[in-house]
């Protein structure tokens, strides 16, 4: 499935500073970049991370002056994810997981899971299937959390929203790693540009290791679930923005698109009544 | 320098369960485990992890029944360390730093850094040296908060100590930790046997990311630094517990010791007016 | 309904010191204390002070010396309180509400009903009859919040535990104001000594204001509604604690106890299908 | 000391609703209010509410329609204040206070001091003279926290504060008043308008309880502590909010002034050299 996707940010740079960027697609064995481009205007040196624990392709600039920058990213992609049946799945029990998962086992910054312990169990606990479980909790969610822009910033965590019950994809993509992770499965923060979400912006939602892979969820709903282009993973929004910046410098403005660059796309959301899951890895 | 370290653990398990364990001696370029041994009385069967992003050594046992085990973990380990002179060192910009090391830059579920930015730059932005910067903030831990064994709980965050001013030496290195991370300078959680700590048990401490070493710190300064092996390394404890259970069952005692097993040791702690700084790794 | 009531408190004074007590019975016009005699041991002087915006009763006393005292409370109790029929209670619109209950409408320490609008309004909100919101709220508390000792400190809040699902009586009470208060109806913290508690201790839980009329709940549903004799009221356990102390002094031990001191009494349990509140004021 | 104050509020109502508004010059012994007139445009009915709590006058309209309204508020007040010499001020000890003033000592929604306590005693507890101590915070504060727009929400707690080190009026009087309590000196809110405030808004500030009087601070230090008319005390910004809303509305704008109608007026700001307080009540 073939997507183009772009995306322009423009920053203000007051004094000395240094931008890593996390805009790229991700190159991995099912999602192909077949064309790329990263233009700053004006000219500014950038290198490419290599990323040694976590998937994803950073871009650090220095910034030495103070000024006005354009960033535009734009790729063609082609995406490949697999539709896997979860009907007979079991847990996967800690003693038999592995130990590079566990990770995204523990508690991050914005995903206390240590602190959701019961709320988690007591809600979602007596599902046995684990895709059940974590398309319930998604679904739970998605039906108790209200999709409002600027109800959040960027210190919320799930903690905050399992009560306040307000906020963004990043917020919906915490609880639901937060209520996985106590319910002792694997969730990591996954980010993308993603087809059919309106207003366009950078996506986030996330990934269960279920099964031995890597499946897909998002609590929002926004979108189809195969129309998404990875940008990276982590264990939460601390490891996986989109730009971290180091100095006096502001993001001015973003926007951001992706469209379908091929014909017959269908678009795929889960059902709970067919244990079907969407894996990109 | 060698030194001879024990655990002993016991623990009631009340189902079926999975224990994780992290309490063996790290093996690394400087640390060398001449002689070990890990006893579990019953015998319960036990596997050794391989730890793909953290440096430790993760012992993981199925306890299937209802029984009180006890667990004894001894070794004979030999330590090197570095004692590195940072009079002239200078702040390495994030535009140099090896992405490797980004993970500990970021704030973490113990470690919010990005609540601290203020408060750490206000207070410590204005040392320029680097080696000096941590110290600083390393010996304001210390004279500001006070150690006061079950003050604090596992839910403990460095915002927590940063106010309430006690805690263990667990609270010590988070808040260790995310004033580096603040200031921009990565930093790491750090466990380990501790040659002289009273009490025994086990220790942590936090090693800051300075000229492209790991630089050992110690705001608790219960210990000399030099007397101190390692078992691992992480973001923060939730990453590098002694143990993590899964299951019903409970730590019943702890049990630990580390001695000195040669003679001539000269203990070492630092002196603001000598930068120098000690790195195991 | 007589009651006979006693507390005993055992201080260690390590420092000149205050302690304000709040373990009288109240006199109100439906409380009438019958006979009561405190009394301390060494002798100190104490004074009773009247408390010009909160229903309670304190004795200040100043400890001046290094010793171990102990304070004995003893009273006989006559009790009186209302069944109020709320089946055709509609809401007191805050354009109706005496401006005397505000305070009891508005977040405090461990109540911060503002946090909980949402949750509250999403769960609560469509139930018509307030009487019948207020024990649909409580009921929700009981089933989904596990009474454990020693789960929480004094430091926890109704924004805890609506999350981390577990407390003690105080916590219970805290959650049942704060989501009252979200609900746009006034509510008040309430301590007393409870009749068939076990183990036997001060008790804590909440009135809210339905119908112009202090209507009594518990969603510990540890003891019948009618055996309870009120101590004080206020926002919340930082209005109404047993004790307030100031100095370096430490309560080492606690006992209480209330008996029923008439016969034929039949307790007291709220009912869904059956509107009826119990009011002690 | 005669000033002219006045506040036009603007509400768009989207459901029927009901506004308190806090907002009107309070009537004191000290504080006359010479001429005054509110009005809602369209016309609504509005009446004032008695405080039997609080020190302050509340306005309740019913707003039965959806509409747009204008509130207009404008005074003449005149203003007394007395300045009180604290050299040789020694601490009220609690076994001393005033009952009327305990509420004020204890922890509030937004001023959190018994997690303070430890934070205030190191860094304040060793100051004899309580008004220099009040003053010392209070220029701690000045000196700590960043006074900035938009850095903080309703939700802002002095918790936070004392962290962050940013925030806006609200914010600087809510840890003041928690530093004061933290040291068992009773502390409260307090609203007023400002003579001198740029940009025009309501102002908030604080009162320490000190030699039986309640003395007015201003971490701020943005405005003369003697060109203040006071609106209202409480705990907190719980109690002493400018507007409560019940209902679907929102303010659409605010406009506030403050002009000094006589001559001859001497901004009084507070002198650590010279102990001398400003109390309005």
Same mark, same amino acid.
């Given at each position: ?7 322009? *940010? ?8 240094? =931008?890593? *960027? ?5 190159? %991995? $064995? ?11 205007? /004006? &000219? #500014? ?6 990323? /040694? ?22 790729? !063609? ?7 896997i ?17 566990? /990770? ?8 206390? %899971?240590?602190? *959701? ?16 479980? #974590? =398309?319930?909790?998604?679904?739970? !969610? ?5 999709? =409002?822009?600027? %109800? ?24 639901? !790693?937060?209520?996985?992770? @106590? *319910? ?10 993603? &087809?059919? +979400?309106?207003? $366009? ?8 290791y279920l099964g031995k892979e890597w499946i ?12 998404? #282009?990875?940008? @990276? ?11 971290? +910046? ?33 894996s990109? =890895?």
């Amino acid at each position: 499935m073939k997507l183009e996707i772009s995306a322009e *940010l423009k920053y203000i740079i007051r004094s000395p500073s240094t =931008l890593i *960027l996390n805009i790229h697609a991700l190159r %991995s $064995q099912r999602q192909t970049v077949l064309e790329e481009a990263l233009i700053v205007e /004006p &000219y #500014v040196k950038f290198e490419e991370l290599s990323s /040694p624990y976590y998937e994803n392709r950073l871009i650090r600039m220095e910034l030495p002056q103070e000024e006005e920058i354009l960033i535009s990213y734009k790729a !063609i992609v082609d995406n490949f994810y697999r539709v896997i049946d979860h009907t007979d799945l079991s847990d996967v029990p800690v003693a038999e997981l592995d130990s590079s998962v566990f /990770p995204y086992l523990y508690p991050s910054r914005y995903c206390q %899971s240590d602190k *959701l312990y019961r709320f988690a169990n007591n809600k979602f606990g007596h599902i046995t299937n684990p895709f059940l479980k #974590v =398309l319930t909790l998604t679904n739970w !969610i998605h039906s108790h959390v209200q999709y =409002l822009s600027g %109800s959040t910033n960027s210190q919320t965590s799930a903690y905050d929203t399992v009560t306040e019950l307000a906020g963004v994809c990043r917020d919906f993509a915490h609880l639901g !790693i937060a209520l996985c992770r @106590a *319910l002792t499965i694997p969730a990591r923060y996954f980010t993308g540009y993603a &087809y059919k +979400l309106y207003p $366009q912006d950078f996506h986030a939602c996330f990934e269960a290791y279920l099964g031995k892979e890597w499946i897909l969820f998002d609590a929002t709903k926004l979108v189809p679930l195969n129309g998404i #282009v990875k940008i @990276a993973t982590g264990r939460d929004a601390a490891d996986s923005a989109v730009a971290s +910046l180091f100095g006096n410098l502001n993001c001015k403005d973003i926007r951001v698109s992706c469209e379908m660059a091929e014909q017959n796309f269908e678009p795929l959301y889960y059902d709970p009544s067919n244990l079907k899951g969407l894996s990109y =890895l």
